[in-house]
């Protein structure tokens, strides 16, 4: 088992490492380093621009494979280059994966979680009301980009959360913190989750609606099944049934949706960073284009190839768990 | 649905009776299912809106009423102003008019080309399988949203044809893994075999026999493509790596209106409100396809068959 | 056996139960809503069943078999409407909530289904799977519901029980898996236990076993059997008494010698015609049924079967017969056996008469074509093998795929057809049958021997060369449903061929009314879909296709397993009355000894890759010489209770070994019965040296060391 999944494991690393080189050539050629000094006021001279340019490895006019060739040694050395600001690309990026992966974390567990719980309710209580109104709200949230979502909720947070239940948490739509905050371990931390609420919310509400749909369809499918009956002809009452035969093997198709949710899940992230002014790598991301800095994008680049390579491998182990037609003996 | 399934199963031979025509029976299925129904008037609905509403305002999108800037809805301008005077409801329906012409055509050719590359794989087998499904994967570690992203810069001021085209390019992989996997079932079907045993050649047969034969999943996959072109389109758009300026979608005007959605919310409400109602009549309308064309067989089932 | 039964009574009304049945069904009907109105399944069944019976019911498919006992499991979905009376041990279950109802189910009453492999829950243990049916009506610990799951699984005959119950059941072969859904069914001594095609899926060898295993759990819990089927032989060698259902209704009930020997009703008389004989050397014609069973929808009034039956009166039409007694002596009354019934309006002329099967259905028996009166070393040969070899490499895993190893799927086969000539290809699923007709219909080179076609071979064949023989080379497959393209009308489907040779439009349209008058179909058929005709009907399109272009060989894959009963005869019929027509030859591949006995000249005997036995049709079945050819005769059922009776079965053990690793020397003698009777000396041959065919005589060879001839039938 250990040998293929090694196996499996450097599969995804020869694609990773193509993806990036991808990424890094898409980049490099796109973004153009040299208009942002070339901008100036006073326009710095030519020769000093080239050198800045040349120092971040950012030249337009070396050739792109020459430049890739020295952003992959410095990569192997553990060195990802420097921003515009000179600072080390790796520095900053420390900080904001960890902002990025607190978001992501509690986005997948939750949405995950809520999800297939919705669609387990929904299934079993198929036409019901209550099936109807999850599917009604799957499908709205389904249908709404997650940046409108976040405005919507910002809106709906000032203007009637904050605004009409005043005794209630406050609820803050902008950072991960309020800064000059002192006190207690428990004030701070209230801040915190008073930070964390709406943009939480905002990528976990997309996640549930995704899963709960497609943990309703499984489940439907195993309702049908042959096994089921079995287990009732055997004596078991069919909500026993349903619940010990029939989830555990409606989950196992959840396995590969983790795997392509969460691509789904980075997109939204990014949105929900820039919306609520987190700084994470999403954020980060969407200003380095703007300032066409490369070596942060290529960052970038790396950061969500390797997760969702760690998200492809965690479906993997996933499925393997759920399902013993494919584990190896 | 149920119903349906258990008397096929309970009752194989049914057909043998009343005939009804393939095309009446998904028509009639299709009308049951009042929301699905719903979603196609809407749809159509907001097509008519988009390409006429234009006309029944005399403000053009682009037209500046200064003595009126940054005016609530009124009976002049029906959805207000903006900052600089511009009649939002004409702003809004170019909007709609872009989101909607460019999510058919991304949906279009991606699940066209999902189609050709996924059957390809999936008929030829061998090494053409292998490089195909390996350029999925490839494509797949990277989200498409940075890679359009990435790429924005090389479309400002070009046409937004080339922004449909570069969506469409990443957007059609995990149909075409679905589509695969259809093909390998279907390659093992005797018709498609009678076929090859026959002569006929592997051109004619993907196109005459497997592509046919799965129609009803493309159909429905082009149709919740067009949602998700509308949606990757707006995200885009949002953050300026879309449509450009001083043409509108209706994620730029959303992007335009979110900096004052407190004081000024309509500026960016209406352009929200007719982009969860689009995509949403889309998803029901898609929805409501795949019960009629194919009962039996969720796209869970289908997915969960590629991997 | 007898049992004491008030008279039929129409549906709805209460009677009182019969003392001493443990299961009775009385005036049963279901019905289900569907997209074309409502379907009504079931329409007035009605039996009882003493302690230890075993009762079989047979019916094709949407007969309303399976629906019936499924109502009375309490297992049909909450969208069916049921109604009448199901009484278990006097106890009335219509009505009855799901927790009073699954109180009985596993205890009282037990169900085995059909498809062991989607029957058990994938994610669990087999061991876990029984344990629980044992915990959920006893109240024992976890580790003594184990130790009983592990004795149930002994009693089933599976081997290390132990080790075997911590297996999945995708890690169980087909056969296992339904000696695992007996063991479950049997767990808690049932009274009842409802069969539903328990052997269905299963190949013939495994059948035998599982039937074996059926008769070893009546005997260990005294339970009686109601055993649904299709198979006419399977019921006639294990059932007491036999109910035939047609429409929803049953139409016939009697004892098996009844039924088999008596029947009344033409259906039955028609079902049991149509049924070619293995048991019987001279051809017997076979009596084709016209037409389908009718829609449950809206079904018009009076014998579902009179636009069938060529004994209808105007009657027939109007007035649907009811279950009556056949003899007049045993008229119906309280305290009287059920004695043998049958709904018929003729069934008093039939019983006068004693007509037989061949009396009311027209049976035609075609010739050879005239090439077969040559002599066979005279003619050419359309098809050539010799040591043919195929392998696979074994994959394993979904997730984590990897080569583990290489199957031997056809390991050195020789054979030839000659003109005009039928040559069967049998053995069970595994046995490599399928493989060689695939090497032979891609017409690619070969990994290992030759294969000629028509004399040319394939080797080193072009594309225009394999082009050229593709025209002479055409094939049926086994599932009508899925050998024609749904969204082409029947026209573009015969004439998708004629088109890929340049055949001008106006010919195609030509021979595509040609050809569908060659298999007895109309032209006004050209224009529909497929889906708009029948099983039989569109194996006869299927069949059309490949006589499209005049082959002169043409491969026929199981060509007739997939149809009803009824409807095989007509196909079989129609093959041998094409080729005698169009004096083609056929590869006939099957694993129903019967339709190959009937249909077939020479017939070559597949065990693991390999031809165990070839040679004269009738030679091979009358003086069968390899163990392997003895042990698949003898365990094919015989529509002939009498003949069951006194049969004695060679019953092989265990399942087929994985051609992955095959056993050295003689693939069988794992599993051979005579192996198994040989000294230390002699069976040291059968481990050490692989046979080769050797003579038994003109055109009959076996490929067995101490090959014996042994009469089975």
Redesign the interface.
């Known amino acids: 088992m250990l040998k293929f999944l090694l196996r499996r494991f450097a599969n995804y690393l020869v694609?990773?490492a193509?993806?990036t080189t991808?990424?890094y050539f898409?980049?490099a050629t796109?973004?153009?380093a040299r208009a942002n000094y070339e901008g100036r006021n006073p326009r710095p001279s030519q020769t000093s621009i080239d050198a800045k340019l040349n120092e971040l490895n950012l030249n337009n006019h070396t050739p792109v494979v020459k430049r890739f060739t020295r952003w992959a040694g410095d990569f192997v050395r553990g060195d990802m280059g420097k921003t515009f600001d000179e600072r080390p690309v790796w520095g900053e990026m420390k900080q904001r994966m960890g902002v990025s992966l607190r978001l992501l974390l509690l986005g997948s567990l939750f949405g995950a979680a809520l999800g297939v719980a919705m669609g387990v309710i929904g299934a079993v209580k198929?036409y019901s009301f209550t099936d109807h109104f999850t599917t009604a709200w799957a499908?709205?949230l389904?249908?709404?980009?997650?940046?409108?979502l976040a405005?919507?909720l910002?809106?709906g947070a000032?203007?009637y959360w904050n605004a009409h239940v005043p005794d209630s948490v406050h609820l803050y739509y902008v950072g991960e913190k309020n800064p000059g905050l002192t006190g207690t371990s428990f004030v701070l931390l209230r801040d915190r989750i008073a930070h964390l609420i709406l943009p939480t919310l905002g990528i976990v509400l997309g996640q549930v609606a995704f899963y709960s749909r497609?943990q309703r369809?499984?489940f439907?499918?195993v309702m049908?099944s042959d096994f089921l009956r079995t287990a009732q002809a055997k004596g078991l009452r069919r909500r026993t049934a349903l619940i010990k035969h029939g989830l555990r093997t409606a989950l196992?198709?959840m396995a590969?949706?983790f795997a392509?949710s969460f691509?789904l899940l980075?997109?939204g992230a990014?949105?929900t960073e820039?919306?609520f002014g987190w700084h994470g790598m999403g954020e980060w991301?969407?200003d380095s284009?703007?300032k066409?800095d490369i070596n942060v994008?290529a960052a970038?680049?790396v950061f969500?190839?390797v997760l969702?390579?760690i998200a492809g491998l965690i479906a993997d182990l996933l499925?393997a768990a759920l399902d013993p037609r494919v584990r190896i003996r | 649905m149920?119903?349906?399934?258990?008397?096929?199963v309970?009752?194989?031979?049914?057909?043998?009776?009343?005939?009804?025509s393939?095309g009446r029976?998904v028509w009639?299925?299709f009308l049951r299912r009042k929301s699905a129904v719903a979603g196609g008037v809407i749809l159509i609905a907001l097509f008519v809106v988009a390409f006429a509403g234009p006309h029944l305002t005399r403000w053009q999108y682009l037209d500046q009423d200064l003595s009126n800037a940054l005016q609530g809805p009124s009976g002049n301008h029906w959805f207000g102003t903006t900052q600089i005077g511009q009649d939002v409801f004409a702003r809004t329906m170019r909007g709609l008019q872009k989101s909607l012409v460019i999510g058919l055509l991304t949906a279009f050719f991606s699940t066209g080309t999902a189609a050709v590359v996924g059957a390809s794989a999936g008929y030829f087998g061998g090494w053409v399988d292998r490089v195909l499904m390996w350029i999925v994967?490839?494509l797949?570690?990277?989200?498409s949203?940075?890679?359009i992203?990435?790429?924005?810069?090389?479309f400002r001021g070009k046409t937004w044809l080339l922004f449909v085209v570069l969506l469409a390019a990443f957007s059609w992989m995990?149909t075409a893994r679905i589509v695969r996997g259809l093909t390998l079932s279907l390659r093992e079907?005797?018709?498609i075999?009678?076929?090859r045993?026959?002569?006929?050649?592997s051109r004619t047969i993907i196109f005459?026999?497997l592509l046919?034969?799965m129609?009803s999943f493309l159909i429905i996959d082009a149709t919740l493509n067009v949602?998700g072109a509308i949606?990757a389109e707006?995200?885009l758009s949002?953050?300026?790596?879309g449509v450009q300026p001083p043409d509108v979608s209706l994620?730029t005007l959303?992007?335009d209106g979110?900096p004052s959605?407190?004081t000024y919310?309509w500026l960016?409400l209406f352009a929200?409100g007719l982009?969860?109602v689009a995509?949403?009549a889309?998803?029901?309308m898609g929805?409501g396809l795949r019960d009629a064309l194919d009962p039996n067989s969720?796209?869970?089932?289908a997915?969960?068959r590629t991997? | 056996m007898t049992l004491d039964l008030p008279a039929e009574t129409p549906t709805g009304r209460v009677v009182p139960g019969t003392p001493g049945a443990v299961l009775e069904v009385r005036g049963l009907t279901v019905s289900?809503?569907?997209?074309?109105?409502t379907?009504t399944?079931v329409r007035g069944v009605s039996f009882a069943l003493s302690p230890g019976e075993v009762l079989g019911i047979v019916g094709e498919?949407?007969s309303g078999k399976?629906?019936s006992s499924l109502a009375v499991m309490g297992l049909l979905?909450s969208?069916a409407r049921i109604s009448g009376s199901i009484r278990f041990q006097g106890k009335e279950l219509l009505g009855l909530g799901d927790r009073e109802f699954s109180e009985l189910r596993g205890e009282g009453m037990s169900m085995v289904f059909q498809d062991p492999l989607s029957a058990l829950t994938p994610v669990y243990t087999v061991g876990d799977q029984i344990a629980e049916a044992v915990r959920i009506h006893r109240d024992v610990g976890k580790d003594e519901a184990k130790r009983k799951a592990v004795e149930l699984l002994e009693l089933v005959g599976i081997p290390n029980a132990k080790e075997r119950s911590r297996a999945f059941p995708h890690e169980f072969s087909g056969g296992m898996r339904q000696r695992v859904m007996i063991a479950m069914a049997i767990a808690n001594d049932p009274d009842v236990i409802i069969a539903d095609e328990p052997t269905t899926a299963l190949d013939v060898t495994v059948q035998a076993q599982i039937l074996e295993v059926l008769g070893t759990a009546q005997e260990a819990t005294g339970a009686a059997i109601v055993m649904i089927t299709h198979d006419l032989g399977v019921i006639a060698g294990f059932a007491d008494r036999v109910m035939v259902m047609y429409a929803g209704r049953p139409v016939e009930t009697g004892t098996v010698d009844d039924i088999f020997y008596r029947p009344r009703m033409p259906y039955t008389l028609g079902l049991l015609g149509s049924l070619p004989r293995l048991d019987r050397a001279e051809r017997q014609p076979l009596t084709p049924v016209d037409g389908?069973?009718?829609?449950?929808?809206?079904l018009p009034p009076g014998c579902p079967f009179a636009p069938r039956c060529p004994m209808r009166l105007s009657v027939c039409l109007e007035l649907e017969p009811d279950l009556d007694p056949v003899r007049s002596g045993d008229t119906p009354g309280p305290g009287l056996h059920p004695g043998h019934r049958a709904a018929c309006h003729r069934h008093r002329e039939i019983e006068e008469q004693g007509l037989t099967a061949t009396d009311v259905f027209p049976a035609q028996l075609a010739g050879e074509p005239p090439v077969a009166r040559r002599p066979r070393e005279s003619r050419t040969a359309v098809l050539d093998v010799e040591g043919l070899v195929r392998r696979f490499p074994l994959t394993r895993g979904?997730?984590f795929r990897r080569t583990v190893g290489t199957v031997h799927a056809v390991d050195g086969i020789t054979f030839d057809i000659r003109e005009g000539e039928t040559l069967a290809l049998v053995g069970e699923s595994g046995c490599g049958k399928t493989t060689t007709i695939n090497e032979i219909?891609?017409l690619a080179r070969p990994q290992e021997g030759r294969v000629a076609v028509l004399g040319r071979e394939t080797t080193g064949l072009d594309r225009g060369g394999?082009?050229e023989i593709?025209?002479d080379?055409?094939?049926v497959?086994?599932?009508p449903m899925?050998?024609?393209?749904?969204?082409?009308p029947v026209a573009d489907i015969l004439a998708?061929?004629l088109k890929?040779?340049g055949v001008p439009r106006e010919k195609r349209a030509a021979r595509v009314r040609e050809l569908l008058r060659l298999v007895g179909l109309g032209p006004e058929h050209a224009s529909r879909?497929p889906?708009?005709f029948?099983g039989g009907q569109r194996q006869r399109i299927?069949i059309a296709?490949a006589l499209a272009?005049e082959p002169k060989l043409v491969v026929l894959d199981e060509p007739v397993s997939a149809l009803d009963v009824s409807i095989r005869a007509g196909v079989i019929n129609l093959l041998e009355q094409l080729r005698e027509k169009l004096s083609l030859s056929y590869l006939f591949v099957a694993h129903d000894l019967s339709v190959v006995r009937h249909i077939a000249n020479r017939v070559a005997v597949m065990y693991l890759g390999r031809i165990v036995e070839i040679g004269d049709v009738n030679k091979v079945f009358e003086t069968p010489a390899h163990p392997y050819t003895q042990a698949l005769l003898s365990a094919i059922p015989l529509p002939d209770p009498r003949k069951e009776r006194e049969r004695r079965r060679v019953v092989l053990e265990g399942d087929l070994p994985s051609p992955a690793d095959p056993p050295s020397g003689c693939r069988f003698r794992t599993r051979c019965p005579l192996f198994a009777t040989l000294a230390p000396d002699k069976a040291q041959r059968c481990i050490d040296e692989e046979p080769a065919v050797a003579s038994q005589g003109p055109d009959h060879g076996a490929a067995c060391h101490y090959a014996e001839v042994k009469t089975v039938l």
């Open positions: 694609l990773v193509l993806a991808m990424g898409l980049a796109s973004l153009n198929q499908f709205v389904l249908s709404t980009p997650v940046f409108l405005v919507l910002k809106f000032v203007k497609y369809n499984s439907l499918d049908g196992i198709p590969t949706f392509y691509g980075l997109t990014t949105f820039k919306i991301f969407i284009i703007a066409n994008v970038v680049i969500s190839a969702i390579l499925y | 149920e119903v349906l399934r258990e008397a096929e309970l009752d194989p031979d049914h057909e043998t009776g009343e005939i009804i393939r029976l009639r299925r994967d490839l797949l570690v990277l989200p949203f940075l890679i992203a990435i790429l924005s810069p090389q995990i079907r005797e018709f075999q009678a076929a045993f026959m002569g006929v050649p005459r026999h046919p034969n129609s949602g949606l707006s995200g949002f953050f300026g790596f994620g959303i992007a979110t959605f407190l919310p960016f929200g982009l969860i995509v949403l889309v998803n029901v929805d969720s796209a869970v089932k997915r969960t991997k | 289900f809503p569907s997209e074309s109105g379907v399944a498919s949407g399976s629906v979905p969208t389908n069973p009718p829609s449950l929808v809206d979904a997730v219909l891609t394999r082009r593709r025209r080379l055409s094939v497959f086994q599932d899925a050998s024609l393209d749904p969204r082409l998708e061929g890929t040779y879909y889906a708009e029948s299927c296709r272009l």
